[in-house]
Structure formats: C-alpha cells, structure tokens
T-cell receptor, first 114, second 114 residues
Framework: DAKTTQPPSMDCAEGRAANLPCNHS???????VYWYRQIHSQGPQYIIH???NNETNEMASLIITEDRKSSTLILPHATLRDTAVYYC???????????????FGTGTQLKVEL | NAGVTQTPKFRVLKTGQSMTLLCAQD?????MYWYRQDPGMGLRLIHY???????AKGEVPDGYNVSRLKKQNFLLGLESAAPSQTSVYFC?????????????FGPGTRLLVL
C-alpha cells in the first residue's frame, strides 16, 4: 500500500497561494490521491482528488507529477479560515464488499496569518 | 440537506457503562464508516458497512459493535466502556463509486470514559 510523506507544518500569508506538497513514491497505477482537511475539532472535509491529470475545483487545485510520485495541493488565495491540518491520502485498499480504506496520517498543519 | 449528523456531540461515561452513538446521513449513500481519532493521531477505522444489514470490521474493532438496520443510520455501540475508548468518534458516508469515492464526515462525538 502506498504511503505518503508531508511536512508537519507550513505557514502562509493571507491572500497568498498556499502550496502543500506530498510525496507518494510507492503509489500504484490505479491508486487515487485524495486531499482532506480538518479544521480544529471538526470532522475531516473533502477537498479534491485525482488519478493522473491535474484537477481543479472551487476550493483548490491538485497538481500531480507525471511520474505520480508526488503531488501539490494549491489553495490559490488562502484565508484565515483555511488554517487546518491537511491530509494527503492515497487510497490504501478496497474493503471487503466495497468502499475505500483511507489512512489518515498526521498531515500538514497549515497556519494562515495576516 | 443536513449531510452527516452525529448524536450525541459529547458524553461522559464511567468505566463499564454502555452507550450507543448514532450516525445519520440523508444523501442515500451505500457506505458508512466509523473512525476514532486520538490526540495527535490520524483517524483509525473501527467498523464499516457497505449496505443496509451488512457490517464489517476495520482496523480497531475490539470493544465496539455496530448495526445498520436502516440505510440512513449506522450505530456504534460500546457494551462496557473503558478509559482507552476515550476519543473523538467520526462517522462518514460515501457512494459506491469505486476509485473516485468521496467520504463525507460528521462533526464528531467526543467521548470521555472515567
């Protein structure tokens, strides 16, 4: 199963782009990359996911390298409300009968400051 | 559309007491999950369900039981609470979309076992 490596913490100025890196060098060809975030004391919130191509939605952009060994989550204009722990997750496996086992590591604590 | 809701939000138990945590979703999702999160750690899967009337064990199932009598509800039971079960419990649900599945999380239940 693919594992991910993220920096434990990052800072970003409000209004600037936040670029959160993730390494997943052992990712398999059919494994998706997911990003979730968890604002203090709340449930995890889905942000974006991708397989090979770059993806963009109303929250963020996901850039996946051509060899798929790393990815970057981009919050284009970070605000104070984006302060949270960001988890990069590679689908670990399919559970018996269906569903995905998502392994949440310790993530990156992003602090957005004025 | 309330998404995923959890009841109660907070509970204090004495060792040996029992309780049931309720998770409800109004998105007609097939899959439902129970996770626990301990301080400074990621989420760990306790039990999951791939459909009404079916349940299966996750990574840390000992001391917990679950039931899925209705598609929209997933109950987590503690028959005899122990201090080691002090944690924050999150429920999640998702559709059966295979690799592109997105899990939606509830706000969490904080449990303290004395």
């Amino acid at each position: 199963d693919a594992k991910t490596t993220q920096p434990p913490s990052m800072d970003c100025a409000e209004g600037r782009a936040a670029n959160l890196p993730c390494n997943h060098s052992t990712i398999s060809g059919n494994e998706y990359v997911y990003w979730y975030r968890q604002i203090h004391s709340q449930g995890p919130q889905y942000i974006i996911h991708g397989l090979k191509n770059n993806e963009t939605n109303e929250m963020a952009s996901l850039i996946i390298t051509e060899d798929r060994k790393s990815s970057t989550l981009i919050l284009p204009h970070a605000t104070l409300r984006d302060t949270a722990v960001y988890y990069c997750i590679v689908r670990v496996g399919i559970l018996t009968g269906g569903g995905n086992k998502l392994t949440f590591g310790t993530g990156t604590q992003l602090k957005v400051e004025l | 559309n309330a998404g995923v809701t959890q009841t109660p939000k907070f509970r204090v138990l004495k060792t040996g007491q029992s309780m049931t945590l309720l998770c409800a979703q109004d998105m007609n999702h097939e899959y439902m999950y129970w996770y626990r999160q301990d301080p400074g750690m990621g989420l760990r899967l306790i039990h999951y369900s791939v459909g009404e009337g079916t349940t299966a064990k996750g990574e840390v199932p000992d001391g917990y039981n679950v039931s899925r009598l209705k598609k929209q509800n997933f109950l987590l039971g503690l028959e005899s609470a122990a201090p080691s079960q002090t944690s924050v419990y999150f429920c999640a649900s998702s559709t059966a979309l295979g690799g592109g599945e997105t899990q939606y999380f509830g706000p969490g239940t904080r449990l303290l076992v004395l």
